[in-house]
């Protein structure tokens, strides 16, 4: 599995792109580089592209743990973009863990719809 992460500075946004298999060894991994990444502050948004990811072995006590060690302050939008039914799943009961408002927290099938809700945050 590929997990890739951009922190753009200038957007205030962080990007991960997951691809292949996702499990919670992957999530874990992720959380810690950006927690050690100089420009990552956790008020930045957060823009999760799982269009290429095949399928996703996490369990809902391993989703728990994540969302308890997130780097990023709560309050702080973040979109998600899936294409199947497994990562809208997944998503939401993430979603639903950390108790997400949907003025905070979308799911999105469509990449650009998800930066344009992203950025329309970063004009207020």
Partial sequence: MAL???????????????????NAQDMVENQLALRNDPAFAGSFR????????????????ELRALA?????????RRAYVVTSKEQFGVTRLYQAIIDADARIYRIFENYDEA???LDADSEK
Avoid: H
Wanted: glycine share 4%.
């Fill in 4 to 22: 890739t992460q951009v922190v753009d500075v200038t957007r205030r946004l962080v990007v991960n792109v997951a691809s292949g298999l996702l």
């Fill in 68 to 76: 308890l060690s997130s780097p990023f302050d709560s309050g702080v």
């Fill in 115 to 117: 930066v344009a809700w």
């Fill in 46 to 61: 957060s823009l999760i592209d799982l269009r290429r990811v095949v399928d996703i072995d996490v369990s809902s006590e």
